[in-house]
């Protein structure tokens, strides 16, 4: 902890910037293996909140590393990080009254659990974007799967790293027996109820 720092509050709250706006500033928290579908779902729903007259943001994994977190990588350590710091990003622009669409594969309970402690479990929702390993690696739309297997990635979550499914999630989106229009559809009305 440093010293010599002191919360400076304004005025304005996130309930006076949710009046503005119109609706409530939350976090939709993708998570599931890579290839799953979380950033496909993220940029549909995004579509389908700007149409409603909803702002709405994506926080993407490999968007951010390549700035905010550019110097991390995949080590348990690293991923531990890199999901604190997307924790408490998320948590500013929920905020700010922005529905954040936060899409990462997030593979601990613990790093999840703490990115809803940052951000208020009232406002975080947890949607587990759910599909086996056997049909992202088939999806493979980054070819990582492929590269994973030929032992070129370290670490890969789902080969030789591991992914703790959520216990009580939000919501689960199975993405092998639902398709991307019924994803989307539910998440919609998970928020706008
Ligand atoms: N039902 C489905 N829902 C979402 N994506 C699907 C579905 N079926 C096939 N896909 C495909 O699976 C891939 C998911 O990739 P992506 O969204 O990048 O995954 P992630 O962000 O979880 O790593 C895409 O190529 C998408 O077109
Ligand atoms: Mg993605």
Redesign the pocket.
Known sequence: MVDNIKWHSGEINKAAREELLGQKGLVLW?T????????????EVEKELFKRGKVSYRL??DNLRFGLNKDLGFTAQDREENIRRIGEVAALFADAGLITLA?F?SPYRAGREAARQAIGSENFKEIY?K?DVET?AE?D??GLYAKAKKGEIENFTGISAPYEEPENPELI?D??R???E??VELVLKLILK
């Open positions: 993708f599931g293996l890579s290839g799953s579908g979380k950033s496909t779902i993220a940029v993407d994994g899409s594969i974007v599909a992202c999806r739309p980054k989106l993405t092998q639902l398709n991307l019924e994803s």
